[in-house]
Structure formats: C-alpha cells, structure tokens
C-alpha cells in the first residue's frame, strides 16, 4: 500500500469518527434511552434469571421491574418531599446564616475583601449618576404580562410529560429486553456472522461480566459509604440526615464528580443549621475520613480493577459523555466505556481501542525496558530491572529485559531503524546495568550457606571449563557475559575469547587449551550460516567436543535455524540462557536448579 492510499485511509477512519459522534450527539433523544435500559438489563438479568427458576420468566420480569422502579420511584419521591421541607426550613436558619456572613466578613474587614466590595460598590454609584441626564426624573419600569388565550397555561406541563414519557420508553425496554434476552443475543450473534461466534460470545459474556461487576461491587460499596455517612451526620446532629446519606450513595455512582457533590450538600446544610463553625469542620472531616477509607480500603478490596478502565482513561471518558449526552452520559459514562474496552480486546481493528483505555500495560516488560534504553533513561531502566528481580524469578532479568534490549537493537538495526552509533550505545549501557543486576541479584537473593554435615556433592572437583565465543559481535560477546553471571554458583568456567578468530585458530585455542565444552552466542535476528560453518569445522575435527550454539531471544525473533544447527553437529541450540544453564548443570552433576526458574525455562 502506498503513502497516499495510507493517507486517504486515516481520512476516511477520521471522517468516520467524527461521523460516529454527530450521530450520537443528534440522535441522543433516542439513543440515552436506550443505553439506559441495556445498562438497566444488565444490571437486572442476573436477580431475574435466579427468579425465574421459581416463578417462570414473565412473572420473574415483571416482578423485577416492578419492584426496582417502584423503589426508584419512591425514593425519588421521598427525597423530593424531604428537599421541600428543607426548603420551608431554610427561613429558620437565617440567624446562623447572617451570622457566619458576618464572621466571613469580618475577616475581611481593613483588608482586601472590604477594599474590593468599597470599590465595587463606588463604580456602581458612579455609573449610576453618569447614566441618568441632568433635569431628568427616574421613573420606575413596571413589566407586565399579557394574558394569551388557549393551551399556554398549561406550558409548565411540557418538562413533566417529557421525563414521564422517557422514563416510560426505559421502562418498557428494559421489561422487553429482558423477555427477549436470548432472542437478541442469538440476533445480534448471528450480524456478526457465524464464523465470529466464538469471538462475539466471549465479547457478550465478558462485557456482561465486567458491567454486572462493577455495578454489584459499586452498589454494595456505595451502600456502606451511605451507612456509614448517614450514622455519622445523625450523630452530628446535621438536619435529614437519611436523606443525605441517600443521595451521597446514589451521586457516588457518577465518577470523581459525584463523591464532592455528595459531600457538599450536607457540609452546606450544615453550615446554615449548625451555629457556630465547629459543627461545619467535624461534617468536613467526617466525608473526607469516609472517603479515605472508602477509597483505600472498600474499593481496593471489593472492586479495585472490576472496570478495566486506566483512571486517566475513565476521566476522558467521563468528559467526552457528559459533553455529548449531559447529566445520563455522566451516568453511563464507566458502562459503556467497559464496553468499548472489551470490543478492543476481541474485535480485530481496534486492538487500539483496549490500549488507550483499558488499565493492562501498554508495553510488554521487554519493550518498556527496550523503550527506556532508546531514549537514553538509564535510571528508569535500572529502575525497571530493580522491580523485576523484586517481583519474578531473579535469573530470569537476563532473558526477560536485558537480552531482548540486545535482540530488538540488532533487528532495528538490520532494518535501518536505528543507526550502527545507536545500537552500540544500547549495548554499553545494558553493559553497566548488567553488573547491577548481578549485584541485585546476589543481595537480594543470596545463596544458602552450605552445611557442614552435607554429604559431599558428586561430580569432578575442577569446574568446567567452558569456552565462550562471539560469532557475530559486541552484542553476542555481552550475552555470553550474561551467561557467565548466571552461571556464577556452579563450578561452571566461561572464558569469552577477546578478539575475532578464524575457524582453524579457534580449533586450534579449544585443542591447545583443553576445553570441554564450546558455546557459540549467535543472537537472532542475524543469520546463522557463519555460526552453522563453524560448528561443522569444529565436529567434524573434535568429535568428542560438546557444542552448544546460543541463539537466545525472544520467540517473536526465533527462526528455524535450530535444527539446521543440530544437523551440523550442535549438542545443544539453546533459545534462552536458563536454558543453557540447565544443560551445563548437568554435564557437572549437580541437580539442584530451582523449581521456579526451571519452569521459566519449560515456558520459554
């Protein structure tokens, strides 16, 4: 594909989204209730699923239904009559609201609040003799309203018929909706055609899973906080406090934006009933202790991740639907944005889609590490090796992070990705990080101190000597160093050959010098023809010689050289230096490899 069809084709993709939300945004009439009764579906499939077993399905939904907007209804009209009589309250505490404005001013008074409100309050009485002609009477302006005959009157009915008439239009799709659950699953299965039915079912289940969730765990969490709130302002003596208590529950289903509006009603109440200013502070740290501990401990045990969701993701989120659907798309926002996260995750083409929003890592650990070292963050990557040797098998770093860095360069660099400059300044800084982690390695992790009573261990006395050689480079001369590091607890000695030698002078250093054992570093992507010439010179002069070729890396980088390196001779092609470890423990005996890092090997 050509520059300008790439180009037409991101025009088109944008054109399309831009498309998508003009849609949303004109027929949001149509399409906020219906968002609204699939999130209420969803919410009630689980309860009327369980019920049907004992009543059938119609009587299951329609008890359900009935029960849930029932309870809804009558909330909302509770609150409804509870805020009427704060508001007939109000006038009552007048007295404690005059008297914390004059405390506030006060404060200000010599100081710059009263300067500002003096100022004010001049221009407002020069503008005022400037405005009025001299000889000029001011007369007052009496507004009247004209009377106009026919429906006009009844104009006030309009807002009610409107929320009546959608909460009508959710009611009866939810009821719908939830009769013929099946009917459209199988429906919408079978748009996107068969051959994407195990694609489309897990996408169904997962989406369904992960709403009903994070629903369930926010509802059970936001029940708690409402106890909590509620026994909290009673004992504080705040006015209705039950009613407050209900609506910083309900306002916490609306992310980052609900818990304050939640919190600030009542702190306001207060702040009008309470006299004085002790009763308004022990109401402000009463919601910040809730939300503390809502926030670090029920959330972080019941529903931490339920979502799937990055919080800055869920943030943007939360602004583009409340722009483009109001106070409901506030509401939907977390629902629809887990939906879209689990259409990135099984729908091919918008693989973006889950990267931008959902809460996994964006980059493997090997393409972090690799990243950090691209943009010269030495700290971060040492930073980076640090929390590995921490958290995973401490020997695997070196397969993990540090040799992938060496591979990924190589394969850049063969594609003229980076420069021959760049690479080798990959490599000098993996150089220095090695011995760091070999250092973290041995701190944190020390061996066992040997004991005095053990048998003694079998095999020979002399270590190994095994002779380490560069085929291609710096970078396979690194990884050798890597090899010799971890090898550093068994009687194992790898001496790397410092310079670049013919195929008869390396014959001629393992014959002259005695070395049991040959391994070759030849890391992918380079080709393997010169490494596969030098193990048939060496088979075919030392017969008894053990080879081993180490073509380590990661599986994404692997080719089919190992078995065309077996057939030359090789003992062993080894894709991973754990791998190589394993092989050379057992050529000394000693069988004591660590039961988790052999299972790194087998999963490498």
Known sequence: MDDTSKTLRRWVTFAGCVLVVVVLYWAQAVLVPIALAILLTFVLSPPVTWLQRWIGRIPAVLAMVTLVFSVLGLAGWGLARQVDHLAEDLPRYRVNILSKIADVRGAGKGGSVE??????????????????????????????????????????????????????????MVIFMLLERRDLRDRLIGLFGHRQLAITTKAFDEAATRVSRQLLMQSLVNLLYGIAAGAGLYVLDVPYALVWAALAAGLRFIPYVGPVLGAGAPILVSLAAAEGWAGPLYVVGLFVVLELFTNLVLETVLYAGAAGVSAVALLASVAFWT?????????????????????????????????????????????????????????????????????????????????????????????????????????????????????????????????????????????????????????????????????????????????????SELLTLVHAQGFSVVCLADLPPSPSSQTRYLVKRLRAAL?????????????????????????????????????????????????????????VVHAA
């Not at 009485?125 to 009025?132: A, E, F, R």
């Not at 026919?150 to 239009?169: D, E, K, N, Q, Y």
């Not at 190589?410 to 982690?437: G, Y």
């Open 115 to 172: 300067k500002l409100q003096e100022t004010i309050e001049d221009i407002k009485t020069d503008l005022g003799k400037s405005d009025v002609p001299t000889g000029t009477v001011s007369r007052p302006v009496v507004v009247t309203s004209e009377q106009v005959s026919g429906f006009s009157g009844f104009a006030w009915l309009g807002p009610i018929v409107s929320r009546l008439g959608t909460a009508g239009l959710v009611l009866a």
């Open 323 to 503: 722009w483009l659907w109001g106070p409901l798309g506030l509401l939907l926002a977390t629902p629809l944005t887990v939906c879209f996260v689990v259409l990135g995750k099984h729908v091919p083409g918008l693989e973006f889609v889950g990267t931008l929003l959902a809460d996994t890592p964006a980059l493997a650990p090997e393409f972090g590490y690799y990243q950090r070292l691209l943009a010269r963050d030495q700290s971060e990557a040492a930073d980076l090796i640090e929390r590995y040797i921490k958290t995973e098998s401490p020997r695997a770093v070196y397969d993990a992070l540090l040799l992938p860095a060496l591979n990924y360069a190589e394969r850049d660099r063969l594609e003229q990705r980076l420069s021959p400059d760049e690479e080798t300044a990959v490599i000098d800084v993996t150089r220095e990080l090695l011995s760091d982690a070999a250092e973290s390695i041995r701190r944190l992790h020390p061996e066992p101190p040997a004991l005095s009573d053990a048998p003694p261990l079998p095999g020979p006395r002399e270590p190994l000597r095994v002779l380490g050689y560069a085929t291609n480079g710096v970078a396979d001369e690194l990884a050798l160093a890597m090899l010799a590091h971890l090898l550093d607890d068994l009687p194992v000695d790898v001496e790397i050959a410092e310079k670049r030698l013919q195929a």
């Open 543 to 599: 017969p008894e010689l053990r080879i081993l070729v180490g073509r380590w890396g990661p599986s994404a980088l692997g080719d089919e050289s190992a078995q065309v390196l077996r057939d030359a001779g090789a003992n062993l092609v080894a894709s991973t230096l754990l791998e190589t470890r394993t092989y050379l423990a057992g050529l000394v005996e000693i069988p004591r490899i660590p039961v988790s890092e052999t299972s």
